[in-house]
């Protein structure tokens, strides 16, 4: 049997049984810190060692979370279909779960890039990054995020995976930041697109989205074993 192509499209709502928060919390405040004062190039400008601190912080709390029920459910999934797995999330929640294809669109705190060129990526060996931290040609290593107001290179392909997607699975996430929201409308008109969150009904959308209620953890293994039936 031919397995059909699912894209699944996640968000911090994913990780937030992990513990990780996500990042509207009902404070409009990401671990308490507003996003232009630690997501923006100009709070990198301002005040780079805040900055860094912030990702710190991040990455020790992303190395104590564990993947949870409704990550690895995605994994039980590629058993049954060609799985791809688009997230905003930075975590690698997906990557320890055992998940294949995995495109981040808002990069990856475990690595940090050169602030000079971008292309510079390095995976870190500890949690904490410094100003002392340096790319091959000498600049200051920053933590490889996409940040409010900058381009996301991976858009272009995520927009070619979903393009020929059999059912598009979008997963905790409030479909807020641009463009990965747009990733919604590139489907074909063929696509079965569902939304797994616990706010899906009181979230504005176009009225084909199949919408289920209730956490990944509590939804996904559910979804994944109607699906293989
Ligand atoms: P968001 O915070 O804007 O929205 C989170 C969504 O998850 C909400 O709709 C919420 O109802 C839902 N949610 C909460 N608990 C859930 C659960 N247990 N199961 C399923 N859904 C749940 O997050 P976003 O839309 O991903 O946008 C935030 C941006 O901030 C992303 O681009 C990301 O880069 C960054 N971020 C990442 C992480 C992470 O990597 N874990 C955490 C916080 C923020």
């Known amino acids: 049997m031919i397995k ?13 049984e992990s513990g ?3 990042f509207r ?3 409009g405040l990401w671990e308490g810190h507003r996003v232009e004062d630690v997501a923006t190039p100009e709070a990198w400008q301002r005040d780079p060692e805040s900055v860094q601190r912030f990702y710190n912080m991040r990455r020790i709390a992303c190395r104590r979370a564990q993947p949870n029920a409704g990550h690895l459910a ?4 590629e058993k049954y ?4 797995i688009i997230t905003q999330n930075i975590d690698d929640l997906h990557e320890r779960a055992g998940s294949k294809n995995i495109l981040h669109l808002h990069g990856e705190i475990m690595k940090a890039q050169s602030s000079r060129d971008s292309n510079l990526v390095y995976q870190l060996q500890k ?30 392909i995520a927009s070619e995976i979903v393009k020929d997607a059999d059912i598009l699975l979008v997963v905790g996430t409030s479909l807020q930041v641009y463009p990965a929201a747009n990733l919604l409308y590139e489907t074909s008109k063929d696509c079965k697109i569902e939304l797994i969150d ?11 989205v199949i919408l289920h209620s209730g956490t990944a953890s509590e939804i996904l293994p559910k979804w994944v074993e109607i699906y293989a039936e």
């Open 4 to 16: 059909k192509k699912i894209v699944v499209f996640t968000g911090a709502g994913i990780s937030a």
């Open 20 to 22: 990780l928060q996500t």
């Open 25 to 27: 919390g009902s404070d």
């Open 74 to 77: 995605l994994v039980e999934l």
């Open 81 to 84: 279909a060609d799985v791809y």
């Open 127 to 156: 949690d904490e990054l410094s100003m002392e931290d340096k790319c091959k040609m000498g600049s200051i290593l920053r933590p490889h995020v996409v940040w409010f107001g900058e381009a996301v290179p991976n858009m272009l």
């Open 198 to 208: 616990p706010n899906a009904h009181q979230m504005r959308i176009n009225s084909n």
